[in-house]
C-alpha cells in the first residue's frame, strides 16, 4: 500500500530547495527589516515571501491541508493543532543570524496527522544542509544516515541553548541562572547558534549532546523533533514529562540520562502555550 505521507515529504523536499534559493539570494541583497516587538525580534519580507511561496505551493497540491505558519500567527492566524493532516513551517528559523548574515539560518517544515509528526525537513541554507526525517525510517543529512552521539555522560556533554533578551526581568534572570546551573554541573560547554531547528540537528548528528529551550514555538519544534526522535535522540519537556509540541519548551538529548539531568538542572519560567486562546 502506498504511504501517502511520504508523497507529501517528496513534495515538501522540493518546496524546501525553491525557499532555500529565495533566501539565499535575498542574503546577496539589501534586506528591508522591520521590528516586530523589540529590537531583537525582527522579521524581514524574506520571512514573508518564503511562507508564500511554501504555502501556495502546499496548498496547490493539498487544498485539504491545515497549515500552522510563524508569519500567518504573526498577522491573528490562529496556532491550534488538530488531528488535520497539517503542515507546521518556519520559513526563516534563525531571522537574527539572517539579518547579520551569522552562518545559521534554515528553513523548518514539521508535518502532522493526529497531532503526531509524521515527517520533519530542515534546510541549513548557508551551509546547503538538508535534514530530513520521515517517521519509522531514519534522519539523514543530505541524504546521508545521522545518528545523536549516544553520550550518556553529561560532564562529557557539549550543550546548545539560545540566550536573548526577556522582558520580564525574572525570566531573564532565570535564564542567566539556568545556563549557571549547566555549566556548573559542569559540562565540556554551552554554545548558542540561534537557530533551534539548526540547534536540534545538530544533537541529531551528534555534533552536540543535548539542547534545550524556554519560549520557543512549534514552528521552531516541529521540523527537528522529528530528526532527532529518528536518529535515536530523545525529546521531552523541560520538566521530564512528555513533550507537547505547543508547550513553546523542550530538552532534547543523545540520551535520556543527559536528558534528565538537565531537566533537574534548569527551572521553568511562564512562557505561555501557542495553542492558548487569545
Not at 114 to 141: H, P
Not at 240 to 258: C, H, N, V
Request: charged share 25%; glycine share 8%.
Amino acid at each position: 500500500m502506498a504511504d501517502p505521507w511520504q508523497e507529501c515529504m517528496d513534495y515538501c523536499i522540493d518546496v524546501t530547495k525553491e525557499a532555500r534559493k529565495m533566501i539565499c539570494e535575498a542574503l546577496q541583497r539589501d534586506k528591508s527589516i522591520v521590528e516586530k516587538s523589540s529590537p531583537v525580534d525582527l522579521v524581514t519580507e524574506t520571512d514573508q515571501k518564503v511562507e508564500e511561496l511554501i504555502i501556495s505551493s502546499i496548498k496547490k497540491k493539498y487544498p485539504t491541508h491545515s497549515f500552522i505558519g510563524e508569519e500567518s500567527v504573526a498577522a491573528g492566524a490562529p496556532s491550534i493543532l488538530t488531528d488535520d493532516p497539517t503542515w507546521i513551517i518556519d520559513p526563516i528559523d534563525g531571522t537574527t543570524n539572517f539579518v547579520h548574515r551569522f552562518p545559521f539560518v534554515s528553513v523548518s517544515i514539521g508535518f502532522t496527522v493526529n497531532k503526531q509528526i509524521e515527517f520533519g525537513i530542515v534546510y541549513s541554507c548557508l551551509e546547503d544542509k538538508m535534514y530530513t526525517a520521515r517517521k519509522g525510517k531514519g534522519a539523514f543529512c543530505n541524504g546521508v544516515p545521522i545518528k545523536v552521539s549516544e553520550q550518556q555522560d553529561i560532564t562529557k556533554s557539549l550543550v546548545l541553548t539560545e540566550i536573548g533578551f526577556k522582558k520580564d526581568p525574572e525570566n531573564f534572570r532565570t535564564m542567566i541562572s539556568n545556563m549557571g546551573s549547566i555549566l556548573s554541573i559542569p559540562v565540556h560547554g554551552i554554545r548558542a547558534p540561534g537557530s533551534a531547528a539548526v540547534n536540534m540537528c545538530l544533537v541529531a548528528s551528534g555534533a552536540a549532546d543535548a539542547y534545550y529551550h524556554i519560549g520557543i514555538h512549534c514552528w521552531d519544534m516541529a521540523g527537528g523533533a522529528a530528526i532527532v526522535r529518528e536518529a535515536g535522540g530523545v525529546i521531552m519537556d523541560i520538566t521530564g514529562e512528555e513533550f507537547d509540541l505547543m508547550s513553546r519548551r523542550l530538552i532534547t538529548a543523545s540520551s535520556r540520562s543527559i536528558a534528565e539531568c538537565i531537566a533537574k538542572k534548569i527551572k521553568p519560567f511562564p512562557c505561555g502555550r501557542d495553542d492558548a486562546e487569545n
